[in-house]
């Protein structure tokens, strides 16, 4: 026996700094409650109660350089609740500390190449792009969720687990 609410917002603006190469940026708002009736009259917050997020994604390339383009994107939220193990007390919830990441690509555009345009191999391909990413360009931390170690007094301790560091990603698209 339960009732809750889910309530937000979401805003988007799409646009081409470059034609072909798509941007945006976006904020949502958010806030997700639930009251258990076996609990009181309490409010609560749900798992999924992020309450804000911002997103830009930019894509561009220089006009001298037009095989080449880059992108940028960035993404800050703030952190959603969690509970601590064996909590009688649902009004007691932790928050993940905020979200942060930017990353960073480049792809060069094959069939641009002159000398590459006239092989047989683009005369069945329409397109050839060779993209290099950094995942998580500055490395930030991001807490996925906490593990709880409980010592010998039965008191229980977050550690937190978290998600994937710097990665590169090298990535060949090929169109038909």
Known sequence: D????????????YGELVPGADSW??????????????????WIDRPTDQRCSFKLFLQDNIPTIPFWRMSLNFVVGTGIPTLRPNSSD????LRLPPYYRVDWG?????SRFEKLRNKPFFQKVDDLEISLEVFNLFNY???VSFLWVADYTNTYMPVPEYLT???LNLRLTLLF
């Open 2 to 13: 339960a009732h809750g609410f889910a309530a937000g917002m979401d805003l988007k603006l």
């Open 25 to 42: 940026i976006s904020f949502s708002l958010m806030k997700t409650q639930e009251r258990l009736l076996d609990f009181g009259d309490e």
């Open 90 to 93: 649902r009004g007691n919830q």
């Open 106 to 110: 480049n792809t060069l555009q094959l």
């Open 141 to 143: 931390h991001n807490v």
């Open 165 to 167: 560091a710097r990665q």
